[in-house]
């Protein structure tokens, strides 16, 4: 991985989106290790004073960048990587709990509607999501799919932000996605990063398998 910081303009955020991921990521790793991660990330200002729970833009994308990469730094990439998914994990349950609106989610509707097929509630959820990060987050994306599997294309992210890695880094998204699957289905659905901005991709594109394990 490069050390040189991108220098793109910044771009603006939910406060409610940062402050999850500091309450996921203090979940993850204790109040200590949230407080060296935001040591680490130049944002010690946020130490038990997290964003408040907004929709307003009061926080940006590098910011929840530089976050995600001090988890990296402190773990080291290999041991980042099963936590940053944790964190994604959790980030959806928080969101799910304190800020459905980042996710597009209302309750428990969809997860319990009758007589519709579990591929298309995962559509469903995942328009839902696609349209919420687009008219809430800021975040441009929209969703394709194939005979295998849906596509989440996401064309501004907060990998752009961080150093360059030689390969695709938004685990706490691919944790996200993997957690709302799994909260949906009940069954564990493997999500992957297939292409990502941050190493010079068009997009991030997130794959998600149609067949379930049980259908298999």
């Known amino acids: 991985m490069s050390a040189t910081q991108p220098t793109i303009p910044d771009r603006g955020m939910p406060s409610g989106a940062l402050r999850l991921l500091f309450l996921s990521i203090e979940e993850v790793m204790g109040s200590d290790g949230i407080k060296a991660v935001l040591n680490g990330a ?17 926080v940006t994308f590098g910011e929840y960048g530089r976050v995600e990469q001090a ?36 309750g428990n509707a969809l997860k319990n509607m009758p ?12 328009q839902q ?9 800021n975040q441009p994306a929209h969703l394709e799919e194939d005979h295998d599997n849906f596509i989440v294309v996401i064309d501004q992210c907060m990998c752009q932000w961080r150093p360059k890695h ?10 996200t996605f993997s957690e709302a699957m799994k909260w ?33």
Request: proline share 6%.
């Open 129 to 137: 999501i696609v349209g919420a990060a687009n008219k809430t987050v």
């Open 71 to 106: 988890v990296e730094d402190f773990l080291g990439p290999r041991g980042a990587r099963a936590i940053l998914i944790r964190v994604g994990r959790e980030l959806f349950r928080y969101s799910l709990r304190e800020q459905s609106a980042l996710l597009g989610i209302a």
């Open 42 to 58: 130049k944002l010690s200002h946020y130490i038990n004073n997290y964003p408040e729970n907004s929709l307003e833009y009061g």
């Open 184 to 216: 949906l289905t009940d069954r564990p659905v493997e999500v992957k990063e297939i292409t990502c901005l941050n190493n010079g991709a068009d997009a991030c594109r997130y794959q998600i398998p149609k067949k379930l394990p049980e259908e298999a």
């Open 166 to 175: 030689e390969k695709p880094c938004c685990l706490v998204t691919v944790g």
């Open 115 to 126: 007589l519709i097929s579990p591929q298309a509630k995962m559509k469903i959820l995942l």
